[in-house]
Structure formats: C-alpha cells, structure tokens
C-alpha cells in the first residue's frame, strides 16, 4: 500500500500533532505509521487512489502550517543493513562491501520510478538525508560523511548505466559536509532548481528508528508566498506578530475542515491582523475585534491589501466585522453562539528585552493575566457556538532568577464550561524507544512553540465548548 513522507516543521511536535489531527479529521484521512523528530510517514484510507492525488496533496501541504515537503515513498531499507553497511567502526570491510552493493541494487530498482525517463536525459538529482534528530553522532559523523556522497556518486553510476546522458547531483557546501553540520536542501530551493520538473528531482532519505524510507518529493511549502504576506502587508510590527504558520497551525486546530467558507472565526485580540489574514487565505469568514483603533484600522488595511494581492473581492462590511471592542464587551456586540471557533493571541503584557524578576512576572499575572483570561473565556463561552473550539496562546515567562512562570488557563477555561483537548491523540501514535520521541498522556494537553532565547514562550492549548 502507498505511503508518503512529510516533512515537518522545526517544532516537530506541534507539526506531528497538526497533521495526525488533519489525517483524523479531515477529508484527507489516513494514519502516520512512523515518524522521526523530522519526518511523518502516513497511510492515506483513500487519497492516493484519486487519479489526481498529487493535487490533493498540494491542497494539503497549503493548508498545513508545519509541513515542509511531502514525498511519495518508493522503497525501504531496513535500520539493520544501513548499519552494518555503514557502520561507526570500518571494521568487516568485506560485509560492508557486499551490503553496500545490495542497497545499490535496491536503488537501482527504484530509479525508473524517480524519473520517468533515464537513457539519453540530462538529469539532476538533490539527495536529502532526514535522521532521527540532526544532534545524533550518527547523522554528522556517518550518514552526512560517508552515506550522502555514496547515494551521490552511486546514484549517478546507476543513471549513466542506464545510458543517461547526463547525470549531475546537487552539491553541498564542502564544509557543511565536512563538518557534519548539514541541512537538507530548503523548500525555496526546490523551486529554484526545479526539482519537481520532469528530469529532476529531490530523492529524500528518511530515517527513524525502523529504517531509511526512500522518497521523490512531490510538493514543497512556499516560504516566499508566507514572507510576502507577513512582510509586505503595509502594517507589520514583528514583535507582537505571530508567526504565518503557527497562525495557520492554530487555525487547523480548530477542526473547521469542511464548508470553510461558510465558517465564522473571531481574533479577539487582533492586533495586525496575521491570524486572520492566514484565515482569510484559508477560506474562513474573518472576525476581530481589539482595544486599540489604530490596530483595528491596520487590520482593515491588511486585510483589503491581501484580498487585492490574491485578486479575490474584499470581504464584505468589514468595518462591521473588525471593530474596536475591549475584550469585555464583545458578547454584547455579536449574537450568542454566533461563531464556530475563536482563534488568538491575546496581549501578555510588555515586551521584555531582559529577562524580568520573578515577582514582576507574578504582579502581572495577578493583576492583569488572570483576570484578561477569564474575560476572554467568560466571553468565549457567549460567543460560541456548542462543541467549538478556542485555540489560544498563553505565555511562559522566563525571569531573572532561572525559573519560569505560566498561569494556569485550564481553570478558567473549565469554569465557563471548556473542556481541555489534548493536542495530539497518543492512542494513534506509535511507539518509540527513544524516549525523545515518546509521548506521555500528560504532555500533549499543551505544546510550546519557541525560539532560541526567546524569554516569553507561547504555550498552546485547545479548549471545546461543551455540549
Ligand atoms: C499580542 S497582540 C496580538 C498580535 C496579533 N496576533 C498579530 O499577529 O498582529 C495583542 C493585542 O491585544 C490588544 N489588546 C490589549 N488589551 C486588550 C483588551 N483588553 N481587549 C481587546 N484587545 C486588547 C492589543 O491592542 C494588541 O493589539
């Protein structure tokens, strides 16, 4: 049966947890049977039996927010004989030998499905090597030194006996490779090399704990469309924005896959506008609402600059659906049960450039944070319509003193009649022994989204109105 290869976004977590709860969900169902901290491989019930699947996939990879590629996988290889034919010790050099000429002999039997046409073709080739985690001493010290420039010059042997007329291969940078600190080639990278053109092609190397899957990539993320967006939109402002996929991460999680255009969202914290932007790309019917006029007026502008740069009609009455409102008064301006899922970032207070004291932290959550969360689910619990959803962020806060401080929203949440989803459903993942990769029952009620030394993190949660 079929299987495809994701790609997933650098918080793998949150990534892993968005598309096992599209593949549950949506249309588009199916199982991930295997992964890694980089790579998901799913099982689709009935996409791949679409004449036209790779369409559906390219839906797919647009609408999903921690996706970097999706490939079709072609052949697997054993964890055992990637070991013993590249092992961390060159000892048995006649096994290795003779192993390393049956995983060419395997590849060789896989070309003709990477391209459709080898003799007398130039072609071009990108290997990419996904390992269970970059850090592993396996991955720079064996698979970047010895296993990438094996795939490399054997892959192009194979081609040229297969009469191609050419065969070249995407070179890394020398001491990228000689370092071990490698990166597989970037999405905007396949579009500039054309690598989904008929004579060439990504060909990825996907390791878990299983095995390599062997994969052509079928369809990539296009970074530059998302930076167009966040960056070209006349109203920006970098430290309070979101990020274009964690907009549209959250968005997912509001289980709202069908009949999208008919959906009524709300950001009641809208600030610039990304998460509806995102929302509006994605089909949603888009509602805000924020303290500040100015931020009202910049969404309405962000918003009519993106519905010119897609050349679709500008929302209707939009100055009816983004308003100025406080958080407290927005039931009294929209229907009961009006929207089918409320998706934000509320205001955490202010941008700290130094780490703070622990008791300015507890100040601002005692004075301000906790009591702007009940708010926001007392007003949720209005606004709502029964069994939707709220998707929202709340901070970590990292102080002086080395401890971090983050309020409890599950209570509130609970009080106005929320129940807590876990972000991912543990029964539906497979079990791993590297506790790196485990999921524990009490860790997936919430995932953190994160830069390096970032001092506030973002929390997320997920919470249903109850019926
Ligand atoms: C973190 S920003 C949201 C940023 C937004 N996600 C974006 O990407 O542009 C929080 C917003 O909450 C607004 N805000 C603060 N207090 C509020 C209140 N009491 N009611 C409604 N909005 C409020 C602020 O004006 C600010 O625009």
Request: charged share 30%.
């Amino acid at each position: 049966m079929e299987k495809f290869l994701f790609v997933l976004g650098s918080n793998w977590k949150l990534s892993l947890a968005e598309l096992d709860n599209f593949l549950k969900f949506s249309e588009f169902k199916g199982k991930i049977v295997d992964y890694s901290a980089n790579i998901a491989v799913v099982r689709f019930e009935k996409l791949h039996e679409e004449k036209y699947f790779i369409n559906k996939l390219m839906e797919l990879q647009f609408m999903l927010g921690g996706c970097q590629k999706i490939a079709k996988i072609i052949d697997f290889i054993n964890i055992h004989t990637i070991h013993e034919a590249f092992p961390t010790k060159l000892e048995k050099h006649k096994l290795i030998e003779r192993i390393r000429k049956e995983i060419l002999t395997i590849i060789d039997n896989d070309v003709e499905e990477i391209f459709m046409r080898i003799r007398n073709e130039s072609l071009f080739y990108a290997i990419s090597i996904y390992p269970n985690f970059y850090d592993d001493k396996y991955y720079s010290e064996v698979l970047v030194k010895h296993f990438l420039p094996f795939l490399n010059t054997g892959i192009m042997h194979i081609l040229k006996q297969r009469r191609a007329k050419k065969a070249l291969y995407y070179k890394y940078p020398k001491e990228n490779i000689e370092s071990g600190n490698l990166n597989p080639i970037f999405p905007h990278h396949l579009i500039t090399y054309g690598l989904f053109d008929r004579n060439r092609a990504e060909i990825i190397f996907g390791f878990t704990e299983e095995g390599v899957y062997i994969a052509r990539t079928l369809t990539c993320d296009d970074p530059n469309f998302k930076k167009k967006i966040d960056e070209g939109r006349p109203h920006k402002e970098f430290k309070s924005s979101i990020s274009p996929k964690l907009s549209l991460i959250m968005l997912n999680f509001l289980n709202l896959f069908e009949d999208r255009q008919n959906k009524k969202i709300l950001d009641p914290f809208v600030g610039n506008g990304t998460i509806l932007m995102f929302a509006l790309i994605e089909d949603f019917q888009i509602y805000g609402t924020d303290i500040d006029h100015t931020k009202v007026k910049n969404t309405i502008k962000n918003i009519k600059w993106l519905a010119t740069e897609l050349d679709e009609i500008i929302p209707p009455e939009l100055d009816q659906k983004i308003k100025e409102l406080d958080i407290s008064e927005i039931s009294k301006y929209f229907e009961k049960n009006y929207f089918d899922g409320i998706c934000t970032e509320p205001d955490i207070g202010p941008f700290f450039t130094k780490k703070p004291y622990y008791q300015e932290i507890k100040e601002l959550i005692s004075n301000t944070l906790e009591k702007r969360y009940e708010l926001i689910f007392s007003e949720a619990s209005n606004l709502l319509k029964l069994n939707a959803r709220i998707v929202i962020v709340a901070p970590i806060f990292s102080t002086l003193d080395g401890s971090e401080v983050q309020l409890n929203i599950t209570k509130f949440a609970q009080n106005y009649g929320f129940k807590s989803i876990p972000m991912l459903d543990v029964n539906r993942i497979v079990n791993k022994s590297d506790i790196r990769l485990q999921f524990q029952k009490s860790q997936v009620k919430s995932f953190i989204d994160t830069k390096k030394g970032q001092i506030v993190k973002r929390k997320l949660y997920i919470f249903e109105k109850k019926g």
